[in-house]
């Protein structure tokens, strides 16, 4: 899955092919944000009885991307999706990758709580629109996060819009099966060097499925809905 970058290239740099999170990480953020969120969760089930966390990311040799669609079934085209960005350097001790993934899934929770409040039917219904331009305060464009910069003292950006990359991924993925031409295309990539950033990544797999739902990625904090 392509990704936009928050951090614009740098000149004279290769630009470093980004590395899926793995799955196993992926489902557990899903299953802590359905967790933390269920009330809201049940609410807009009223309106769209198919409606789940998926989530998507990856690892870049400067930043962290992190997208949590909010999907109402494959026959639906109204999602919403939140990305979040933090910078991240696998050079330096600290912070380390758990420490970024947690904040940035501090941020989706704090994000999606805003919106996903059980007491507040009227901003429910605002989020099951197709159209982003019903949502109030909803950040167009990567806006910094302050109240997870606070807590966790690592900076994010959110940003949040329309689109349903689980419909397009699904797309993809048809064309891929269907089109030779379009499979010669997006073959080009390095699985060597993809190879060696997930054993990055599954190295610090481990630290990460020991958290509980609720308390926060790292293990420490107060769990993925910060205030």
């Known amino acids: 899955m392509k990704f936009e970058k928050r951090r614009p290239p740098v000149a004279n740099k290769p630009i470093i092919d980004a590395a ?16 933390a969120l269920a009330e809201g969760l049940i609410e807009m089930r009223k309106i769209h009885p198919i409606s789940e966390f998926k989530a998507n990311g990856a690892i870049y040799g400067d930043e962290v991307l992190l997208t949590i669609t909010l999907f109402h079934g494959e026959n639906n085209l109204s999602a919403t999706t939140v990305y979040l960005s933090a910078d991240f350097n696998p050079m330096r001790e600290r912070p380390t990758l758990e420490d970024v993934l947690a904040a940035c899934l501090d941020a989706a929770g704090a994000t999606y709580e805003y919106y996903l409040d059980a007491k507040n039917p009227t901003m429910i219904e605002q989020l099951s629109y197709h159209s982003l331009s019903a949502l109030e305060e909803a950040p167009f464009d990567w806006s910094p996060l302050a109240k997870v910069a606070e807590i966790k003292k690592i900076p994010v950006w959110v940003k949040m819009d329309k689109s349903n990359p689980i419909l397009e991924n699904l797309a993809e993925k048809w064309l891929i099966e269907n089109d030779p031409e379009y499979k010669k295309k997006t073959s080009h990539v390095e699985d060597l060097t993809k190879a060696e950033a997930e054993e990055f990544l599954n190295e610090r797999l481990e630290a990460i499925k020991g958290a509980k739902s609720g308390s926060g990625m790292s293990g420490g904090g107060s769990g993925p809905i910060t205030h």
Not at 20 to 35: A, C, F, K
């Open 20 to 35: 899926d999170l793995p799955v196993d990480y992926l489902r557990i953020v899903e299953s802590t944000l359905s967790t």
